[in-house]
């Protein structure tokens, strides 16, 4: 007679099920641990935990920001296509539901820990994370939280961007599916010029100028002088260089300043003809955004023109979530878009109208994405693995927030009230700004 043995539990078995448990029992992944053994559906993306740090990782911090921690650090490994991954987990999620364990399960977890060898302290945080300190959105700490984004190189943006090196949602025709990345941001940058109605000599204002691609868009081809802002030492330089290399020097005037330090008369006297903030609004904090909007106002002039491009986002996460606030934007707060619109009407500006481009920043997200995949070894020689991981976790979840519409972008026109200039119907002219239709 022959006597059969029970095959040993592998890793993957002791962990599947205390996964589905926060999972109301459904283990949406096929998930591998580092002894080889796997568990969950076959058809399902594949999740591999490779360690045992990875492990102490979501035990120290149970949630996004564990797991987070866990992927940077290449403890955890999602083989294909990262956004079909957790477009297909957030699936089942948004299915199932998720659950609170009981205080049996929490026992369970603790014997399984023991028995792999995961107790004991967790491994220290990704060098990758984020580590602002003092209070929240002093000039100093807003400083080093752009930093910590923005001062990571103009080399690795120019790796993953296009040659006008926007980044910031594109503008994507639909009917050319050929489109570029660049022919799709100079489009955008031609839609910001055309509803300010910029005219040659016109004074711009760009809070928040990244690499210059509006700056120098707007001073090569509408002849507009443009006075632009900057936290990020390596990206004023970087405009300062490209305005000389182009023979914009006099038009083009960059400096390293924080928007609450800039008067009426900082960049000569009158007000701005027209001002822009894209996708720098997000960075000024929840209670920073009022104070922000009234500068803008008092920095045009009379009649001027106002152009937003801003996230929103509903639900319980304003600055995005643990990973998103812990590796890419320190302290960036999203609000419903009513109330971006409703802080700027207080802040006595007039607004004109908006015009959604949530579908485009898709598009956007999945170029960057692609160009990151294509080059990832260069971006790994470049920033090394860490930085790798957490721009392909960030560009994944980015682009799947704007495809299932948990975030938007919009752009918002406004103008500063002219009480002098009225027309036939009682309303301000402002600038000639064009009404988003």
């Not at 539990?9 to 999972?23: D, E, M, Q, S, W």
């Not at 809070?207 to 868009?217: D, I, K």
């Not at 001027?304 to 590796?327: A, D, N, T």
């Not at 890419?328 to 707060?333: E, N, R, T």
Request: with cysteine; proline share 7%.
């Amino acid at each position: 007679m022959t006597t059969t043995h029970p095959r040993p539990r592998g890793v993957a078995h002791l962990l599947g099920p205390l996964v589905a448990a926060f999972l109301n029992g459904v283990l949406p992944v096929r998930l591998r641990a580092w002894d080889g053994s796997e568990t969950g559906p076959h058809d399902a993306p594949r999740v591999t935990v490779r360690d045992r740090d990875a492990l102490r990782h979501v035990l120290a911090r149970p949630g996004e920001l564990g797991l987070s921690r866990a992927y940077v650090t290449g403890g955890i490994e999602v083989e294909g296509d990262l956004t079909d991954a957790l477009r297909r987990v957030w699936a089942s999620v948004g299915t199932h539901g998720t659950s609170v364990p009981g205080p049996r399960t929490w026992a369970r977890i603790a014997r399984t820990a023991v028995v792999l060898g995961v107790m004991g302290p967790p491994p220290p945080p990704p060098a990758s994370e984020a580590r602002v300190r003092g209070r929240r959105h002093s000039r100093e700490r807003d400083a080093a939280a752009i930093s910590h984004h923005y001062d990571a190189g103009n080399d690795l943006y120019e790796l993953l961007l296009d040659e006008t090196m926007a980044y910031s949602c594109a503008l994507w025709d639909d009917e050319d599916p050929g489109q570029s990345l660049a022919d799709a941001q100079r489009a955008k940058l031609d839609l910001i010029c055309d509803t300010l109605r910029l005219h040659k000599g016109d004074r711009l204002l760009d809070v928040g100028c990244g690499w210059g691609s509006l700056t120098l868009h707007a001073a090569r081809w509408y002849g507009a002088h443009v006075s632009a802002l900057t936290l990020s030492a390596r990206q004023r330089d970087h405009v300062l260089a490209r305005a000389e290399e182009e023979g914009l020097e006099q038009l083009v005037d960059v400096r390293l300043l924080d928007y609450r330090d800039v008067e009426p008369d900082t960049f000569g006297p009158g007000g701005f003809d027209a001002a822009a903030s894209v996708e720098m609004g997000e960075h000024v904090g929840r209670d920073g955004y009022a104070p922000f909007a009234r500068r803008l106002h008092d920095l045009l002039r009379p009649g001027g023109s106002l152009l937003v491009q801003q996230m929103s986002r509903r639900g319980p996460h304003p600055g995005g979530g643990p990973f998103i606030e812990r590796y890419v934007a320190p302290d960036m707060h999203m609000r419903p878009l009513g109330e971006t619109v409703g802080l700027l009407e207080e802040a006595g500006l007039e607004v004109r109208g908006v015009r959604a481009l949530r579908e485009h920043y898709v598009r956007t997200a999945r170029a960057w994405s692609d160009e990151l995949e294509r080059r990832t070894d260069e971006m790994v020689a470049l920033a090394g693995p860490e930085a790798a991981r957490v721009w392909r976790l960030y560009l994944a979840g980015g682009s799947l927030a704007f495809e299932e519409g948990r975030m938007g972008v919009d752009q918002i026109l406004a103008v500063r009230p002219d009480p002098v200039v009225r027309n036939e119907t009682g309303t301000d002219r402002g600038a000639g700004a064009v009404p988003i239709r």
